[in-house]
């Protein structure tokens, strides 16, 4: 169990590095881009999911869906807070 939460923290971390790499901004700093990142993953296996995409269970499957849901985090915190 504690290895399971060790590797969702890092791919959060690398996930949500990535994200803000890609979305080019000032950054938020490493620990909202962490927590980005993991529920990032969250937003990110749950849109999959509903949408019915299927990656794969394994870490670069989960990375992927993890940056994608933290692009899309960013990208609305940014939409919200510009009004």
Same mark, same amino acid.
């Given at each position: 169990?504690?290895? +399971?939460?060790?590797?969702?923290?890092?791919?959060?971390?690398?996930?949500? &590095?990535?994200?803000?790499?890609?979305?080019?901004?000032?950054? +938020?700093?490493?620990?909202?881009?962490?927590?980005?990142?993991?529920?990032?993953?969250?937003?990110?296996? &749950?849109?999959?999911?509903?949408?019915?995409?299927?990656?794969?269970?394994?870490?670069?499957?989960?990375?992927?869906?993890?940056?994608?849901?933290?692009?899309?985090?960013?990208?609305?915190?940014?939409?919200?807070?510009?009004?």
């Amino acid at each position: 169990m504690k290895q +399971y939460m060790i590797l969702a923290l890092i791919i959060g971390a690398v996930a949500g &590095w990535l994200a803000g790499q890609i979305m080019r901004g000032d950054g +938020y700093g490493i620990i909202v881009d962490i927590l980005l990142g993991i529920v990032g993953g969250w937003f990110g296996g &749950w849109l999959f999911g509903k949408l019915g995409i299927h990656i794969g269970h394994g870490i670069i499957g989960s990375l992927f869906i993890a940056v994608v849901g933290a692009v899309i985090l960013i990208w609305l915190t940014r939409l919200i807070s510009r009004k």
